[in-house]
């Protein structure tokens, strides 16, 4: 893909607008921009997640082989030769601040592994849980921050109409067991809660 650069304005207000040179170029770079989020997609994971499981898992792979070199196209180990490459270097790229760099190396990875799983070529020894651990982690997160959200709804809720005379760390702990968590959990998770509006030191 052939890209050009527009400057305008003068020393101090010039910008620069970089773009495809032409309708299929345009096409291209829409494409490869639609696999790679569509690999996020089905991993369900961040873009530096996916680039770092293909590049660890491809490596993994190649370690474990015993295919002599070199690989030739459209061979398996040639595949993942490449999407570890080319994985590596939009990594780099990103962390440099080469932004273009990554589109263009990130486009070009999201194209071999699609023809990588085209080809219906798998990896047998790619780190164990991969995306799916990636995928359970995040829900994992998410729902726990759910929940300490409903928890601490629920605290104010009840801590605004029950009697002075009921502990701070007494509602606390109720609501923390309605919840699975127990003692210290709950404590932990409503920690900058009380009736005063300050963090709570635990009573009994």
């Known amino acids: ?40 997609g089905a991993a369900a994971c961040s873009p530096e997640e996916h680039l770092v499981w293909w590049l660890e898992a491809c ?16 061979s398996r180990e040639w595949y993942m030769r490449a ?3 080319h994985a590596e270097t939009t990594l780099g790229a990103a962390a440099n601040g080469n932004l273009w760099g990554a589109i263009g190396m990130g486009m070009r990875f999201a194209r071999l592994v699609k023809e990588f799983e085209v080809r219906d070529y798998q990896l047998h020894h790619a780190k164990a849980g991969g995306h799916e651990k990636a995928k359970q982690d995040r829900e994992g997160k998410s729902n726990r921050a759910k929940r300490n959200e409903r928890m601490r709804r629920e605290y104010e809720e009840r801590r ?12 606390k702990i109720e609501i923390g ?27 009994s």
């Open 1 to 40: 893909m052939t890209v050009t650069s527009t400057r305008s304005g003068g020393p101090f207000t010039r910008k620069v607008y970089r773009q495809p040179e032409d309708l299929e170029d345009i096409k291209e770079f829409l494409e490869g921009i639609k696999e790679f989020m569509d690999g996020l």
């Open 59 to 74: 490596r993994a792979e190649l370690d474990a082989g015993d295919a002599p070199e070199p690989f030739r196209h459209p």
């Open 83 to 85: 999407i570890a490459q």
């Open 160 to 171: 605004a109409i029950a009697p002075a005379t009921v502990s701070d760390t007494k509602i």
């Open 177 to 203: 067991k309605k919840h699975g968590l127990g003692r210290s959990g709950a404590l932990e998770v409503l920690a900058d809660h009380n009736s005063s509006g300050v963090r709570s030191k635990p009573d």
